[in-house]
């Protein structure tokens, strides 16, 4: 102990010697623990951002898209449909898409699916199309979805001021819309919507309420950006489909624990119902929300690693700069180690003096990068949408891994030093 402490106060005393050198040496150990603690915090945040998205999504999601059972390119295309749903929990052209694929789900579909599967609590068909929406002299181009009262259930969407419409509208094809905030915002600014009508296409349609926010969607896209109306009326006056058309089904299992249960009940209905044979490709795909959730937990987890790994590659320039830095360090005092080999030091107490003081050096590179890197995080913090959190695992990590870069790299010029000759080494100039 009394040597280690010697170590510490003679490879101290050397630093402070030559600060700007040793400042140079560390640089590059300050630079890659500073980038671990701030790509570790920048995916934690991120993951927690992605994480709230997904489950803005709605509750114990399950996403149902038609598919056409040959191979061609509007399987491919059909492909490109499913992201765009994921994205804001519908189908951003799921009509055209469906028709395109030649498959068909149905209104009959999803009650055979809620009447015979005990995993599924509600179920709704959705039909989306782009509209205009012209209110005054404003319009702007959004979303209009047609659907029935359970997408809110399944969605988990509520309403901030006015209200829902309700089954007796469903059956009218009532012309009344619900909208969302980003709707709201841009065509009636800070004026109250409910009780306004604005026109899509020839009709008038009133607003009796408006979205709580939900905010971006897993994949990019403002889901805040949608106008809903009862299917029936978006049937009738937005875009006339076949009879019973569902575009997609979307639907809620009961508990996150039933999810998997639910898609297999869901696809055996089906299959019963399309008269497809276990084994043969389906006409039909399902999508769940934990799909969504291991997709994007994939690629934060992709580029992570592809960080730290440049913030390794950094670590390991900084310890190749410790060692160099020390050799030359050796070669300069020379003589200071004759002299203390000639007064009785051993090679055990040179070797750990120079070890030390490589350790020391790359522990100050450390701290530093921690330091440096805690401050970026605040600084980042309030710039990003998004919670940075710091990890203390990281940050530990982090000073070990500058420990041990010292001791690795710091070695073979401790060992060099320890294996001089005394007589050599005081005849040094």
């Known amino acids: 102990m009394r040597a280690v402490l010697d170590g510490i106060r003679l490879a101290l005393r050397a630093i402070a010697r030559n600060p700007l050198r040793a400042s140079l040496t560390v640089l590059g150990i300050l630079i890659g623990v500073a980038a671990v603690v701030i790509v570790t915090a920048l995916a934690a945040g991120a993951r927690q951002n992605i994480a709230s998205s997904i489950q803005s999504i709605g509750s114990n999601f399950i996403i ?59 179920i709704c068909p959705n039909l989306r199309t782009l509209v205009q929406v012209v209110y005054g002299d404003r319009n702007w181009n959004t979303n209009a979805v047609g659907t029935t009262l359970s997408y809110f259930k399944i969605r988990d969407w509520k309403t901030t001021r006015g209200a829902l419409w309700d089954e007796h509208d469903e059956a009218v094809k009532s012309k009344v819309i619900v909208i969302g905030s980003s709707v709201a915002t841009n065509l009636f600014g800070s004026e109250d919507p409910v009780g306004h009508t604005v026109r899509i296409g020839r009709y008038p349609y009133r607003v009796i309420g408006v979205l709580e926010t939900k905010g971006e969607a897993p994949f990019g896209g403002d889901q805040d950006d949608v106008v809903l109306m009862p299917i029936s009326s978006y049937r009738a006056r937005v875009q006339h489909t ?99 080999m000639a007064i009785g030091a051993r090679e055990a107490d040179i070797r750990m003096q120079f070890l030390v003081e490589a350790v020391a050096l790359a522990m100050l590179g450390g701290l530093a990068g921690a330091l440096l890197g805690v401050g970026v995080i605040g600084a980042l913090g309030t710039l990003l ?15 070990g891994v500058s420990a041990a870069i010292g001791i690795g790299f710091g070695f073979f010029p401790a060992h060099r030093a320890a294996r001089l000759d005394p007589i050599e080494a005081l005849r040094h100039e």
């Open 64 to 122: 149902i898209f038609p598919q056409s059972n040959a191979r061609s390119g509007a399987h491919g295309a059909h492909g490109t449909a499913v992201a765009d749903a994921g994205a804001d929990a519908g189908a951003s052209s799921a009509v055209q898409a469906a028709q395109s694929a030649g498959g068909r789900l149905t209104d009959d579909d999803a009650r055979a699916i809620l009447r015979e599967s005990t995993s599924v609590v509600a």
């Open 242 to 340: 076949p009879p019973g058309f569902a575009g997609v089904l979307m639907a809620s299992a009961s508990a996150p624990e039933t999810t998997d249960r639910a898609v297999r009940q869901i696809d055996g209905i089906l299959r019963q119902r399309h008269h497809i044979a276990d084994g043969d490709e389906p006409d039909f795909e399902i999508h769940t929300q934990k799909e969504f959730a291991e997709m994007q937990e994939s690629v934060t987890g992709i580029l992570q690693w592809l960080l730290i790994g440049v913030a390794a590659v950094s670590l390991a320039v900084g310890g190749i700069g410790v060692m160099n830095i020390m050799l030359v360090s050796v070669t300069e005092r020379t003589r200071e180690i004759g002299i203390r």
């Open 385 to 399: 949408p998004w919670h940075m959190a710091l990890s203390m695992q990281a940050l530990g990590i982090s000073i």
